[in-house]
Protein backbone atom coordinates (compact mmCIF):
# COMPACT_ATOMS: atom_id res chain seq x y z
CA UNK A 1 0.00 0.00 0.00
CA UNK A 2 1.06 3.57 -0.70
CA UNK A 3 2.39 5.69 1.70
CA UNK A 4 1.33 8.76 -0.40
CA UNK A 5 -2.00 11.03 -0.40
CA UNK A 6 -4.15 10.53 -3.06
CA UNK A 7 -5.94 13.18 -4.33
CA UNK A 8 -8.91 13.67 -6.88
CA UNK A 9 -9.11 16.82 -8.82
CA UNK A 10 -9.91 18.61 -11.90
CA UNK A 11 -9.62 22.26 -13.38
CA UNK A 12 -13.23 21.89 -13.96
CA UNK A 13 -13.83 22.28 -9.93
CA UNK A 14 -13.25 25.86 -10.05
CA UNK A 15 -15.94 26.70 -12.28
CA UNK A 16 -18.42 26.01 -9.57
CA UNK A 17 -20.35 28.97 -9.15
CA UNK A 18 -23.73 29.70 -8.54
CA UNK A 19 -23.42 33.54 -9.54
CA UNK A 20 -20.46 35.79 -8.19
CA UNK A 21 -21.84 36.61 -4.77
CA UNK A 22 -23.11 33.68 -3.47
CA UNK A 23 -20.79 31.82 -0.32
CA UNK A 24 -20.06 28.49 -2.76
CA UNK A 25 -17.18 29.19 -5.13
CA UNK A 26 -15.32 26.88 -6.94
CA UNK A 27 -11.88 28.31 -6.58
CA UNK A 28 -11.80 27.29 -3.19
CA UNK A 29 -11.12 23.57 -4.56
CA UNK A 30 -8.07 24.56 -6.78
CA UNK A 31 -6.77 26.60 -3.79
CA UNK A 32 -6.67 23.73 -1.57
CA UNK A 33 -5.17 21.72 -4.34
CA UNK A 34 -2.65 23.83 -4.36
CA UNK A 35 -1.75 24.71 -1.12
CA UNK A 36 -1.61 20.82 -0.22
CA UNK A 37 1.23 20.09 -3.16
CA UNK A 38 2.61 22.83 -1.74
CA UNK A 39 2.66 21.96 2.00
CA UNK A 40 2.92 18.17 0.99
CA UNK A 41 6.51 19.13 -1.20
CA UNK A 42 7.62 21.10 2.13
CA UNK A 43 7.29 17.96 4.10
CA UNK A 44 8.60 14.92 1.56
CA UNK A 45 4.77 13.92 0.89
CA UNK A 46 3.74 12.55 -2.35
CA UNK A 47 0.20 13.64 -3.58
CA UNK A 48 -0.99 11.57 -6.82
CA UNK A 49 -3.59 12.99 -8.39
CA UNK A 50 -6.83 11.06 -9.96
CA UNK A 51 -8.90 12.97 -12.32
CA UNK A 52 -12.74 12.47 -11.75
CA UNK A 53 -15.45 11.06 -14.10
CA UNK A 54 -19.27 11.61 -14.46
CA UNK A 55 -21.12 9.61 -12.17
CA UNK A 56 -23.67 7.27 -13.84
CA UNK A 57 -27.06 7.26 -13.41
CA UNK A 58 -27.61 4.30 -12.02
CA UNK A 59 -25.10 5.13 -9.24
CA UNK A 60 -27.10 8.21 -8.43
CA UNK A 61 -30.26 6.33 -8.26
CA UNK A 62 -28.31 4.54 -5.67
CA UNK A 63 -30.07 6.85 -3.61
CA UNK A 64 -31.82 9.63 -5.27
CA UNK A 65 -35.43 9.29 -7.69
CA UNK A 66 -35.52 8.94 -10.88
CA UNK A 67 -38.12 12.10 -11.77
CA UNK A 68 -35.27 14.21 -9.65
CA UNK A 69 -32.25 12.90 -11.01
CA UNK A 70 -33.50 13.89 -14.43
CA UNK A 71 -34.63 16.94 -13.54
CA UNK A 72 -31.06 17.61 -12.52
CA UNK A 73 -29.28 16.23 -15.47
CA UNK A 74 -31.31 16.08 -18.32
CA UNK A 75 -32.80 20.18 -17.39
CA UNK A 76 -30.23 21.36 -15.85
CA UNK A 77 -32.40 22.79 -13.04
CA UNK A 78 -32.59 23.04 -8.82
CA UNK A 79 -33.31 24.94 -5.93
CA UNK A 80 -30.09 25.99 -5.46
CA UNK A 81 -29.56 28.18 -8.61
CA UNK A 82 -31.30 30.31 -11.12
CA UNK A 83 -32.14 29.10 -14.18
CA UNK A 84 -31.21 26.10 -16.37
CA UNK A 85 -27.20 25.65 -15.76
CA UNK A 86 -26.64 22.59 -17.91
CA UNK A 87 -22.58 23.11 -16.60
CA UNK A 88 -23.76 23.22 -12.96
CA UNK A 89 -25.49 20.01 -13.36
CA UNK A 90 -22.72 18.04 -14.88
CA UNK A 91 -19.99 19.57 -12.42
CA UNK A 92 -22.60 17.81 -9.44
CA UNK A 93 -22.79 14.37 -11.22
CA UNK A 94 -18.47 15.11 -11.53
CA UNK A 95 -18.56 15.58 -7.78
CA UNK A 96 -20.41 12.41 -7.30
CA UNK A 97 -18.34 10.56 -9.73
CA UNK A 98 -14.62 11.68 -8.30
CA UNK A 99 -15.99 10.65 -5.12
CA UNK A 100 -16.13 7.10 -6.46
CA UNK A 101 -13.06 7.40 -7.88
CA UNK A 102 -11.52 8.14 -4.35
CA UNK A 103 -13.49 5.03 -2.89
CA UNK A 104 -12.16 3.01 -5.82
CA UNK A 105 -8.68 4.10 -4.57
CA UNK A 106 -9.52 3.20 -1.33
CA UNK A 107 -11.50 -0.39 -1.86
CA UNK A 108 -7.99 -1.66 -4.28
CA UNK A 109 -5.84 -0.59 -1.19
CA UNK A 110 -3.65 1.60 -2.97
CA UNK A 111 -3.64 4.43 -0.20
CA UNK A 112 -5.50 4.66 3.14
CA UNK A 113 -5.89 8.42 2.35
CA UNK A 114 -7.98 9.84 -0.07
CA UNK A 115 -8.82 13.64 -0.34
CA UNK A 116 -11.88 14.94 -2.61
CA UNK A 117 -12.43 18.92 -1.63
CA UNK A 118 -15.40 19.02 -3.43
CA UNK A 119 -16.88 15.96 -1.41
CA UNK A 120 -19.64 15.27 1.00
CA UNK A 121 -22.40 17.11 -0.08
CA UNK A 122 -24.10 16.29 2.93
CA UNK A 123 -27.37 17.90 2.43
CA UNK A 124 -28.61 16.80 -0.54
CA UNK A 125 -31.67 14.57 -0.28
CA UNK A 126 -33.64 11.63 -2.25
CA UNK A 127 -35.90 14.02 -4.35
CA UNK A 128 -34.45 17.51 -4.18
CA UNK A 129 -31.10 19.88 -3.83
CA UNK A 130 -30.84 21.44 -0.13
CA UNK A 131 -27.70 23.46 1.39
CA UNK A 132 -26.08 23.95 -1.99
CA UNK A 133 -25.72 20.63 -2.31
CA UNK A 134 -26.97 18.74 -5.43
CA UNK A 135 -26.16 15.02 -5.20
CA UNK A 136 -25.19 13.03 -2.41
CA UNK A 137 -22.01 11.47 -2.65
CA UNK A 138 -20.88 10.26 0.47
CA UNK A 139 -24.30 8.30 0.58
CA UNK A 140 -23.76 6.60 -2.42
CA UNK A 141 -20.33 5.71 -2.03
CA UNK A 142 -21.19 4.38 1.74
CA UNK A 143 -23.85 2.62 -0.02
CA UNK A 144 -21.81 0.97 -2.64
CA UNK A 145 -19.12 0.35 0.03
CA UNK A 146 -21.49 -1.35 2.38
CA UNK A 147 -24.02 -3.01 0.36
CA UNK A 148 -21.16 -4.10 -2.94
CA UNK A 149 -18.34 -4.90 -0.79
CA UNK A 150 -19.99 -5.89 2.97
CA UNK A 151 -17.92 -3.33 4.84
CA UNK A 152 -18.46 -1.23 7.87
CA UNK A 153 -19.10 2.51 7.23
CA UNK A 154 -18.30 5.55 10.06
CA UNK A 155 -19.10 8.91 8.27
CA UNK A 156 -17.65 11.89 11.00
CA UNK A 157 -19.06 15.39 9.79
CA UNK A 158 -17.28 17.82 11.38
CA UNK A 159 -19.61 20.82 9.17
CA UNK A 160 -20.98 23.32 10.99
CA UNK A 161 -24.31 22.21 9.93
CA UNK A 162 -25.86 18.93 10.61
CA UNK A 163 -25.70 16.40 7.75
CA UNK A 164 -28.76 16.15 7.56
CA UNK A 165 -29.14 14.16 4.51
CA UNK A 166 -26.21 11.71 4.77
CA UNK A 167 -28.01 10.63 8.24
CA UNK A 168 -31.56 10.40 6.26
CA UNK A 169 -30.29 8.46 3.30
CA UNK A 170 -28.01 5.97 5.34
CA UNK A 171 -30.52 5.96 8.23
CA UNK A 172 -31.63 2.02 7.52
CA UNK A 173 -28.67 0.99 6.23
CA UNK A 174 -26.91 -1.17 9.59
CA UNK A 175 -23.77 -1.16 8.30
CA UNK A 176 -23.02 2.94 8.00
CA UNK A 177 -23.15 5.08 11.27
CA UNK A 178 -23.45 8.63 11.01
CA UNK A 179 -21.88 11.21 13.81
CA UNK A 180 -22.50 14.71 13.13
CA UNK A 181 -21.02 17.46 14.95
CA UNK A 182 -22.48 21.02 14.43
CA UNK A 183 -23.82 24.00 15.42
CA UNK A 184 -27.26 23.81 16.85
CA UNK A 185 -30.67 25.65 15.38
CA UNK A 186 -28.70 26.95 12.17
CA UNK A 187 -29.87 25.81 8.76
CA UNK A 188 -31.00 22.73 8.26
CA UNK A 189 -32.34 23.15 11.90
CA UNK A 190 -32.30 19.47 12.16
CA UNK A 191 -29.64 17.30 14.62
CA UNK A 192 -31.20 17.50 18.08
CA UNK A 193 -28.77 15.45 20.47
CA UNK A 194 -29.22 11.78 19.76
CA UNK A 195 -26.71 8.30 20.53
CA UNK A 196 -28.46 5.99 19.60
CA UNK A 197 -28.76 3.96 16.78
CA UNK A 198 -26.79 4.26 13.54
CA UNK A 199 -27.11 7.99 13.88
CA UNK A 200 -24.91 10.06 16.52
CA UNK A 201 -25.76 13.59 16.72
CA UNK A 202 -23.44 16.15 18.96
CA UNK A 203 -25.32 19.50 18.47
CA UNK A 204 -22.99 22.66 19.99
CA UNK A 205 -23.92 25.96 21.12
CA UNK A 206 -23.42 29.22 19.36
CA UNK A 207 -19.79 30.16 20.21
CA UNK A 208 -18.48 26.65 20.94
CA UNK A 209 -14.70 26.49 19.75
CA UNK A 210 -11.79 24.10 20.01
CA UNK A 211 -12.46 22.30 23.24
CA UNK A 212 -16.30 21.32 22.56
CA UNK A 213 -14.89 19.81 19.11
CA UNK A 214 -12.22 17.87 20.44
CA UNK A 215 -14.41 16.35 23.46
CA UNK A 216 -17.14 15.76 20.37
CA UNK A 217 -14.33 13.96 18.72
CA UNK A 218 -13.08 12.17 21.69
CA UNK A 219 -17.22 11.05 21.90
CA UNK A 220 -16.89 9.56 18.18
CA UNK A 221 -14.01 8.01 19.14
CA UNK A 222 -15.27 6.53 22.27
CA UNK A 223 -18.73 5.60 20.59
CA UNK A 224 -17.05 3.47 18.13
CA UNK A 225 -14.61 1.81 20.71
CA UNK A 226 -18.20 1.05 22.95
CA UNK A 227 -20.03 -0.09 19.38
CA UNK A 228 -16.65 -2.42 19.04
CA UNK A 229 -16.63 -4.06 22.60
CA UNK A 230 -20.39 -4.04 22.67
CA UNK A 231 -21.58 -5.01 19.26
CA UNK A 232 -18.54 -6.57 17.66
CA UNK A 233 -19.63 -3.46 14.89
CA UNK A 234 -15.98 -2.37 13.79
CA UNK A 235 -15.15 0.43 11.34
CA UNK A 236 -13.64 -0.51 7.94
CA UNK A 237 -13.65 2.88 6.31
CA UNK A 238 -14.01 6.11 7.45
CA UNK A 239 -15.65 8.84 5.44
CA UNK A 240 -14.43 12.55 7.07
CA UNK A 241 -16.94 15.51 6.37
CA UNK A 242 -14.47 18.05 7.10
CA UNK A 243 -16.60 21.40 6.57
CA UNK A 244 -14.09 24.14 6.80
CA UNK A 245 -17.49 26.95 8.29
CA UNK A 246 -16.71 25.90 11.56
CA UNK A 247 -13.99 28.68 11.68
CA UNK A 248 -14.45 31.51 13.84
CA UNK A 249 -14.34 33.96 10.55
CA UNK A 250 -16.54 31.97 8.67
CA UNK A 251 -19.93 33.91 7.88
CA UNK A 252 -22.02 31.07 7.78
CA UNK A 253 -22.25 30.10 11.39
CA UNK A 254 -21.38 31.17 14.88
CA UNK A 255 -18.95 28.71 15.65
CA UNK A 256 -15.44 29.32 17.22
CA UNK A 257 -13.03 27.00 15.91
CA UNK A 258 -9.63 27.56 14.77
CA UNK A 259 -7.12 26.28 12.39
CA UNK A 260 -5.21 24.54 14.95
CA UNK A 261 -8.49 22.71 16.40
CA UNK A 262 -9.37 21.34 13.19
CA UNK A 263 -5.91 19.69 12.62
CA UNK A 264 -5.87 18.55 16.52
CA UNK A 265 -8.68 17.24 16.03
CA UNK A 266 -8.02 15.13 12.82
CA UNK A 267 -4.75 13.93 14.48
CA UNK A 268 -6.80 12.25 17.61
CA UNK A 269 -9.07 10.33 14.83
CA UNK A 270 -6.38 9.39 12.71
CA UNK A 271 -4.28 7.98 15.89
CA UNK A 272 -7.10 6.03 17.11
CA UNK A 273 -7.78 4.48 13.86
CA UNK A 274 -4.92 4.79 11.87
CA UNK A 275 -5.08 1.28 10.30
CA UNK A 276 -8.49 2.27 8.72
CA UNK A 277 -8.89 3.72 5.19
CA UNK A 278 -10.28 7.01 5.00
CA UNK A 279 -11.62 9.28 2.62
CA UNK A 280 -12.08 12.80 3.12
CA UNK A 281 -14.73 15.12 1.98
CA UNK A 282 -14.63 19.53 2.13
CA UNK A 283 -18.29 19.98 2.43
CA UNK A 284 -19.06 23.63 3.46
CA UNK A 285 -16.59 26.29 4.03
CA UNK A 286 -17.25 30.14 2.72
CA UNK A 287 -14.13 31.41 2.20
CA UNK A 288 -12.58 30.53 -0.53
CA UNK A 289 -9.08 32.20 -0.56
CA UNK A 290 -8.09 32.29 2.94
CA UNK A 291 -9.32 29.85 5.94
CA UNK A 292 -11.21 27.31 3.83
CA UNK A 293 -8.53 25.99 1.74
CA UNK A 294 -5.61 26.37 4.51
CA UNK A 295 -7.93 24.11 6.87
CA UNK A 296 -8.46 21.56 4.50
CA UNK A 297 -4.96 21.47 3.17
CA UNK A 298 -4.09 20.93 6.76
CA UNK A 299 -6.69 18.35 8.03
CA UNK A 300 -5.77 16.34 5.08
CA UNK A 301 -1.97 16.36 5.76
CA UNK A 302 -3.13 15.39 9.53
CA UNK A 303 -5.14 12.27 8.38
CA UNK A 304 -2.18 11.17 6.40
CA UNK A 305 -1.25 7.80 8.41
Same mark, same amino acid.
Request: aromatic share 10%; hydrophobic share 40%; proline share 4%.
Given at each position: ?????????????????????????GRRFSNARDLLLKEASKDGIEVIELPPR???????????????????? $?????????????????????????????????? %???? $????????? $?????????????????????????? $??????????????????????????????????????????????????????????????????????????????? %???????????????????????????????????????????????????????????????????????????? %??KS
Open positions: MSKSIYLVHSDKYKEWIFDETHPTQPATREELLRVHTSSYTDEVL $KEGLSSQWDGQRMDLAELSSLFVGGTLVALDALL %AGKT $KLVIHFPGA $KHHAQADHSSGFCIFNDFAIAADIAS $KDYGLNVAILDIDGHHGDGVENLTADNPRVITFSIHQFGIFPGTGNESKTGYFYNYPLEDGAGDIELLERADAFIGTLG %ARERIWSWVPDVLFITCGADGHREDPLTGLNYSVEGYVAAARKVRERFNDIPILMGGAGGYLPDTRTPEIWSKVGL %AL
